[in-house]
């Protein structure tokens, strides 16, 4: 055996870390860049570069996390309860919500790549899911992180506070050309 009997599963555990950490970068990036006191210029280009490659790392990390889980076989769960929520045998409403945040990421992601061929309050009204999604990695982290496991607590803890910061600051935050954003969400896009 080339690996030891819980190498997958210290490799789920610390995959999901790791993709929270990264989400939790990606949101307050994506916060930043959209904010109020956006970057401008080189240093916005910079960020938004910053925001995409970060995403793919944190999408590596997460599909490393869901192949590990379930290649484990330490705790049944399907392929198919990866996209389908609630249907796992094990922990059915914990990975149940794992899934809808796959689910959404997959919307937020194809939405992404084609976001020049949509209209842009289309590509809007999907990426505020990212909230939703990031908020339910939150929950499903913290509640499988195990009392033995504190530190895995804490970290997911500290994403959550302090993305909970930057959403709060992002959604209370008014915007000095609303106006002009909004005639832009209302144009037709082709």
């Known amino acids: 055996m080339i690996f030891g009997e819980s190498t997958l599963w210290y ?3 610390a995959t ?20 109020r006191r956006r970057p401008d210029g080189a240093s916005a280009t910079v960020a938004m570069g910053i925001h995409r490659w970060l995403s793919m790392g944190m999408l590596v990390f997460l599909i490393t996390h869901i192949i590990t889980a379930i290649v ?3 705790v049944n769960i399907s392929w198919l309860a990866v996209v389908v929520p609630f249907i796992s045998e094990y922990e059915p409403l914990l990975v149940g919500f794992g899934a809808i945040g796959v689910d ?6 194809v939405t992404s790549f084609l976001r020049h061929r949509i209209a842009e309050r289309n590509w809007r009204f999907i990426h505020w899911a990212t909230y939703g999604m990031w908020l339910i990695a939150v929950i499903h982290g913290f509640s499988f992180g ?5 530190v895995l607590r804490l970290i997911t803890l500290g994403c959550g506070v302090i993305g909970g910061l930057f959403a709060s600051w992002r959604v209370a935050t008014s915007f000095a050309d609303r106006h002009r954003r909004t005639e832009i969400a209302a144009q037709e896009w082709s």
């Open 11 to 13: 490799l789920s555990r």
């Open 16 to 35: 999901g870390v790791v993709s929270m950490v990264l989400l939790t970068v990606v949101v307050i990036l994506g916060v930043v860049t959209a904010g």
């Open 104 to 109: 959404l990421l997959v919307a937020i992601l």
């Open 72 to 74: 484990d076989g330490f």
């Open 146 to 150: 195990t009392a033995d496991q504190p």
